[in-house]
């Protein structure tokens, strides 16, 4: 499985953005698919991951009710809406597949990240 992310890119603290992980090579549909990210000097960590039925969601705390996942299964598709940025979300964000978890050792994909940055 082979993950694309897109979206990221330069905004102002305050505005919105929406990340998208496509999956090529295999069907992700039956698998939980998660986002991290990782600031300089920091450990990369979750953001929200998504229940392969879309039933049930995981978020940091510093990104819930700001931040959403979703995703579309026919489209093979993860999404992360951002909104309400802030400066200390500016990170490098992966998509990772197949785990639902906190943990970034439970995800078996990863893709390539794509670079998010918060302007103050």
């Known amino acids: 499985v082979q993950l694309q992310a897109s979206g990221g890119g330069l905004v102002q603290a305050g505005d919105s953005l929406r990340l998208s992980c496509a999956a090529s090579?295999?069907?992700?549909?039956?698998?939980?698919m998660g986002w991290f990210r990782q600031a300089p000097g920091k450990e990369r960590e979750l953001v929200a991951a998504i229940n392969w039925s879309a039933d049930s969601t995981l978020y940091a705390d510093s990104v819930k009710g700001r931040f959403t996942i979703s995703r579309d299964n026919a489209k093979n598709t993860v999404y992360l809406q951002m909104n309400s940025l802030k400066y200390e979300d500016t990170a490098v964000y992966y998509c990772a597949g197949r785990g639902y978890s906190m943990l970034s050792s439970d995800y078996d994909y990863w893709g390539q990240g794509t670079l998010v940055t918060v302007s103050s």
């Open positions: 090579g295999r069907t992700v549909s039956r698998n939980g």
